[in-house]
Nanobody, 112 residues
Framework: QVQLVESGGGLVQPGGSLRLSCAAS????????MGWYRQAPGKQRELVAT???????NYANSVKGRFTISRDNAKNTVYLQMNSLKPEDTAVYYC??????WGQGTQVTVSS
């Protein structure tokens, strides 16, 4: 029912910035909570950030103060602004919605 497509990943040097986008095939107005996860090689998938329909946000401790999640219902899109990137942020980043909906992932590589 809901298809999610991530974009915006790439290669960036430490201290750089990227903005990820998650475009939904349909309206996300009725979706209470959207989130971003990431998975590094050999690691479990971990929660990065969430945002509710009311705009409340939560972040993993590792990204607090550096990442910002936002939501644009008119564009059916969720964003993740990533600043002050570190090598340990390197991972495939996935968008998710309730009922097991996931995007295909977008690669973020932070390297000098």
């Amino acid at each position: 029912q809901v298809q999610l497509v991530e974009s915006g990943g790439g290669l960036v040097q430490p201290g750089g910035s990227l903005r990820l986008s998650c475009a939904a095939s349909g309206s996300i107005f009725s979706i209470n909570a959207m989130g971003w996860y990431r998975q590094a090689p050999g690691k479990q998938r971990e929660l990065v950030a969430t945002i509710t329909s009311g705009g409340s946000t939560n972040y993993a401790n590792s990204v607090k103060g550096r990442f910002t999640i936002s939501r644009d219902n008119a564009k059916n899109t969720v964003y993740l602004q990533m600043n002050s990137l570190k090598p340990e942020d390197t991972a495939v980043y996935y968008c998710n919605a309730p009922k097991g909906y996931w995007g295909q992932g977008t690669q973020v590589t932070v390297s000098s």
